[in-house]
Every structure is written in C-alpha cells, then in structure tokens.
C-alpha cells in the first residue's frame, strides 16, 4: 500500500512549488551554491522573498516535504533564482579567459562541426562550436592577425556575444602573452 502521509502540504505551508514550476538541480552540478531550486515560470518568483524568509512554508509536492525539510534532510542550503537570475550564474560558471591554441587545433575545431556565427575578416576571424556546454554557452575558436603571425585561440562564452567583445578579448589574452 502506497504511503500518503505526507501526500499533503505541512500544517502552515503557504506556497507549493510543483515540478513543473521549478526544477530541482542535484547539489554543487549547476551552480555555486550546493543546491539550486530554479524557477521556470518568472511569473511565479513574485513571492520569493516571502519563500525564502519562511522555507517552513514552501512546500514541495513532488518530494512531499517543505524547502526547511528538504535542506534538512540534504544537509545542504538551496537558493531560488529567477530564469535570468540562475542563466546568468550559470554562464558565469563556464565562461572562461582565451588560452593558446595552435593552427592545427584551430582548424580541426572549424571542420569537426559546422560553425556557427562564423565571421571572418582581414585581421579577425571568430566562430563557435555547434554544440554547447550549458545553456548559451558555447566554446569559441579566434584568430588574430594572418599569415605567420596569426594566432589562435579557444575560450567558452555566450553564443550571443558580439563580435568586438571576442576580440577584444582575445587581443587582451595577446597582451598578457606578449607582456
């Protein structure tokens, strides 16, 4: 016989978070912080600051136990982000400064996928992987200058950075090397 004792919200528990509204990430994967409770739904954070005030009274429908028994029982803090809020803490987990990469690690990225946002210019040429490493982030692949001078270089970032902003970047990974 199936246990329904706790099938129902705690006595006092105010707010259901239900699966489909949030998305429970295994502690330490996603984010920096142990345990991440991110919201899928923006509309539904306009009483966060009252959840996280009174963990007592969120209750967890799915996992039947409120966000205090749940941190209690994992032994873990678990923080509630917005979607930009938790994309944001994300890619900054995986954006990463430009390292040295050789001519032929350069073109062994640009034929082992299609590229993607390829730009190619005189002095500059920049494009990244197909696939990525976490929601809008992908690794990027630069090169700086032609001929025997050119150099390469490989980095993660936002699939939507622009093209000044990866330039930029790898010119100021150059100075550093040059330096």
Known sequence: MKDNSRAQPAEGARFNL????????????????????YLGRPGKVADRE??????????????????????SREGV?????????????????????PRAITEADYWEQLEVLPPQRWHRGAEFEAFHCLERYSGDVAR????????EGATYWAFNDRTGSTYAHLEAKARAALGKVAA
């Not at 009252?50 to 941190?71: I, S, V």
């Not at 803090?77 to 400064?97: C, H, M, Q, T, W």
């Open 77 to 97: 803090p678990y923080l509630l982000y917005s979607v930009e809020e938790f994309d944001n803490v994300r890619a900054g987990k995986y954006i990463e400064e």
């Open 18 to 37: 239900f699966e489909f509204d949030l998305t429970l990430y295994e502690p330490g994967t996603h984010a920096e912080a142990p345990g991440v409770f």
């Open 50 to 71: 009252a959840m996280q005030a009174d963990k007592g009274a969120c209750w967890l429908p799915t996992l039947r136990c409120t966000w205090e028994e749940l941190e």
């Open 140 to 147: 990027w692949t630069v090169r700086l200058g032609r001929g």
